[in-house]
């Protein structure tokens, strides 16, 4: 190299790294890393030729990394292609290029370490590259498949259906830019083959599946031998065959798994940072047989490979917890095979591993953590009571604040009732008191994380009022954010000011903590605090399992909870028994309607579900009464006052109308006046509110109707709005809403009520905050019926009324009677109106005494008109 100058070392450099992208022989490189280095010593600093070898520098580097996987080669390329794009001028043709290199090294950061901040600026640098390179460069179809690779990893990462669909858009529009026999088209087959993976993972539909096994077939067949990405061809191949096989159960597809992955492992050198990928693939295949065939001996390389998958993993790699979880799964099967203890040690301590957040993606550390869970209810010895504790701890993470409301509901979705299962395991243990906090932390997830943005700071105010004008702040913006429709004045967010958000405001809450006294600021309540909420009597929380139910019961002034074992009641009766409501609420046409239509005759006989209100009666209610001593009450105008909060499937059952109606005093209401909760968090953050003055009532709908009596201090609405309808629920104390509701079945988030010029939905409710409220009457339809998927969400009108500041809700379970709605709603007004307040009990007992009106009425057996009416909250 003596005697050359810079220029001509840059030459021999650029030669030996072409030479490299042709051959892959990593001399070449090394040669081209070495010229290069030269010559950027000798380069004056002011050169123009710089900007160039800095360029090529930062490209040499992340060539190594990409072959060796070593952290200094990629920390090499980002300084470099930084100090490139700091020196150079945005009119230079070449810096959409060098913002695209840019892209890709924050993409292999986030790759390396798995962090969101890397992502999301891998994103914003890939995105600007883009949009400057103009229609027709040749660079476009690259510029694409960049930005495809990104949304790939973050809808990877998060789950959010938008990065999907975009990964998808982009990915196509690489492939439909490149010609035929382009050296990148295998790539660009390859990547739309993960897009569509990942899309048959979202939604199931096998046709994606099969569009997946198309592309990525196509990439293996374009691809040469000897190509040094002939090995992640078949490794990609081999996952898509691994689920098609697990979808279809073809054992054709499943010998191709083992097949693809084996190449894989096969072609790949020993140096490779792929190399504990394709360990960890093959492992998965040979698992797979030996469940489909039970030869011993693919259980045992099934081990092997996770063995060696773990070991050569680096430490902090994202993909550490799932080496970790396939080890503890093959560990587990060894075990049931040997009985050998070492290898249920080995099960247990990998299980461990596999569900503490380190640098894995949360939504895949907690999937780990609650496999781990559900076996422990097949094999006791996994120690199911830690299982769930992690599953427990890492849901906010998984469920976490930077995704959108829409996207932690879906994402809720498929966790299957993890709150109930988690409650089950500690009563199981007798762990009453955990079974407890365990359901309060995991159940009405999004509901919590909403009333924790907008807890008030007056503590924190009084000692560190900076601070704490700092978190108010940034929890208002990113409640506003997570909405998926923010109101038309608000700032537009992005997915990565809502992560940023996420972030600062977790960043926040840890300073906030460290302070003196504040160790346990917004933290999940113990169970302390929760018993608490048996203010004016016994709450009961019923946690319906597939296999039996329980009640956990809270009585006044005791410091325990109760348990009552309900082993006659299963979460398949529930099931049940929603099933005949359904259908019965379908021949009477209150089920599901948009606007009601004429009411039915009232001498049409009713379909009878006296089966299902005696089968609650005598296998869940009546046991708890007799539980709680309250069967042999004999004072009808002074009975007690049961707040129930149901869970699973039993939460859309009518516990306050159980009864055998053909025995006497066999009726829950003969007994107890019944209330409901969606949480005992929402039964404490309630204030009961009494004012010196007859409440100031917003009626919006028909305020007076002829036959009965005025509601006093209510203003008639003619032209209701929906910013006006708000507006006027700040001035007024209560508000009734008459006017038609409607529950959304495929999107209960886009539930709501009917005004002149729109809806106002579940979304906008549930963003306001009012202060000092008290009663909500939704005289509408179906403002309490939940989503059958998230049973535990309480996704509903009323729940959204309590969210935004009403600690008392009346509402109905489905849609009423034009006639019976102004009777019931008359009868409660005049008894609330006379004690000026709710908060203790005062609503119930209003509606408890005017559906035994409406009762006594229209006839006991006319089921379908008075059960709905219920009271919501304290």
């Not at 490794?235 to 083992?258: F, H, P, W």
């Not at 970790?324 to 247990?348: G, M």
Request: proline share 5%.
């Amino acid at each position: 190299m003596d005697g050359l100058d810079y220029k001509d070392l840059y030459k021999e450099g650029e030669f030996y790294h072409n030479e490299f992208r042709r051959s892959k022989n990593l001399d070449d490189l090394e040669k081209a890393i070495d010229y290069g280095n030269r010559a950027l010593e000798l380069i004056p600093s002011e050169h123009l030729d710089l900007l160039t070898l800095l360029s090529c520098l930062g490209a040499y580097h992340d060539d190594r990394y990409r072959r060796l996987g070593k952290l200094d080669d990629m920390e090499k390329s980002m300084e470099y292609d930084v100090r490139a794009l700091e020196i150079m001028p945005e009119t230079n043709p070449h810096f959409p290029n060098q913002l695209a290199n840019i892209g890709v090294s924050y993409g292999l950061l986030y790759q390396r370490f798995g962090k969101v901040d890397s992502l999301n600026k891998a994103i914003k640098y890939k995105s600007r590259a883009l949009k400057l390179t103009p229609d027709g460069h040749p660079d476009l179809p690259g510029r694409y498949a960049a930005l495809g690779v990104s949304y790939v990893d973050r809808y990877q990462r998060l789950g959010e259906g938008d990065d999907l669909n975009k990964s998808i858009e982009y990915n196509s529009r690489a492939l439909e830019l490149t010609p035929d026999g382009h050296l990148d088209l295998p790539n660009r087959h390859a990547a739309l083959g993960v897009s569509y993976t990942d899309r048959y993972r979202r939604l199931k539909k096998v046709a994606d599946l099969n569009k997946a096994i198309e592309y990525k077939s196509r990439a293996l067949e374009l691809t040469p031998e000897n190509h040094p990405d002939l090995s992640s061809r078949h490794a990609t191949l081999g996952v898509s065959y691994t689920d098609r096989y697990r979808e279809l159960g073809q054992v054709d597809d499943l010998n191709k798994a083992v097949k693809h992955s084996s190449c894989a492992l096969e072609l790949t050198p020993d140096d490779h940072p792929d190399l504990p990928s394709r360990h960890a693939t093959l492992g998965v295949s040979y698992s797979d047989r030996y469940r489909r065939t039970g030869k011993l001996l693919d259980l045992y390389k099934s081990f092997e490979h996770d063995f060696f998958a773990l070991n050569l993993t680096p430490d902090r790699h994202p993909t550490l917890s799932l080496r970790h979880f396939n080890l503890a799964v093959s560990s587990h099967e060894l075990y049931l095979y040997t009985s050998d203890p070492d290898c249920l040690h080995s099960s247990l301590d990998s299980f461990r591993k596999a569900s503490q957040l380190l640098t894995g993606a949360a939504r895949d550390v907690f999937n780990n953590a609650f496999q781990w869970a559900k076996l422990t209810s097949k094999y006791n010895y996994l120690n199911p009571i830690e299982a769930f504790r992690a599953v427990v701890d890492l849901l906010p993470h998984f469920i976490w604040l930077g995704a959108t409301t829409s996207q932690r509901y879906h994402d809720l979705s498929l966790v299957e009732n993890v709150a109930v299962r988690a409650a089950s395991a500690a009563i199981r243990s007798s762990e009453y008191s955990l079974a407890l906090e365990w359901l309060e932390h995991a159940r009405c997830v999004v509901w919590n994380q909403s009333l924790m943005l907008r807890s008030p700071l007056d503590t924190l105010e009084s000692s560190y009022p900076a601070l704490a004008a700092q978190l108010r702040e940034t929890a208002k913006q990113l409640h506003h954010a997570s909405s998926q429709n923010p109101a038309p004045s608000s700032v537009t967010y992005s997915s990565e000011h809502r992560h940023q958000l996420a972030k600062e405001y977790d960043d926040l809450l840890a300073q906030v903590r460290k302070l003196p006294g504040f160790e346990t600021f917004l933290r999940p309540m113990e169970v302390k605090e929760l018993l608490k909420t048996a203010r004016y009597g016994p709450v009961v929380v019923i946690n319906c399992h597939d296999a039996h139910c329980d009640a956990l019961v809270i009585k006044p002034g005791k410091d325990h909870v109760g348990h009552l074992a309900l082993s006659d009641y299963t979460e398949e009766k529930a099931r049940n028994a929603r099933s005949q409501i359904d259908t019965m609420l379908r021949n009477k046409r209150l089920r599901e309607r948009g606007f009601k239509p004429k009411a039915l005759p009232l001498s049409e006989p009713e379909p009878d579900i006296g089966l299902v209100l005696a089968s609650l009666w005598n296998e869940v209610v009546k046991p708890v009464l007799d539980y709680l001593g309250y069967l042999d009450n004999d004072a009808p105008n002074d009975l007690p006052h049961v707040t129930w909060c149901p869970t699973g499937a039993i939460t859309f059952l009518p516990l306050h109308a159980a009864g055998d109606y053909g025995q006497p005093r066999s009726r829950v209401f003969d007994h107890v006046i019944s209330s409901y909760t969606p949480t005992l968090n929402a039964l404490l953050s309630s204030v009961p509110t009494v004012l010196d003055r007859p409440p100031r009532v917003l009626a919006v709908g028909q305020s007076i109707t002829p036959g009965h009596s005025p509601l006093q201090g209510v203003t008639r609405e003619l032209e209701s709005t929906t910013a006006t309808v708000l507006a006027e629920m700040e001035r007024y104390d209560w508000v009734h809403l008459a006017c038609h509701a409607h529950q959304n079945i495929m999107n209960p988030t886009k539930s709501g009520f009917y005004l002149h010029d729109g809806t106002l939905d579940l979304v906008t409710i549930t963003q306001r905050s009012f202060k000092n409220k008290g009663l909500a009457f939704l005289s509408a339809c179906q403002t309490a019926t939940g989503d059958e998927r998230l049973p535990d969400e309480a996704i509903h009108l009323a729940s959204g009324m309590m969210m935004a500041g009403y600690p008392s809700v009346v509402a109905s379970m489905w849609s009423v009677m034009d006639e019976d709605a102004p009777f019931v709603a008359d009868k409660v007004y005049e008894m609330l109106m006379k004690a000026g307040k709710v908060g203790n009990g005062e609503a119930g007992r209003a509606v408890h005494y005017a559906v035994a009106g409406l009762r006594e009425k229209v006839g006991e057996k006319e089921f379908g008109r008075w059960v709905p009416y219920i009271h919501i909250g304290s």
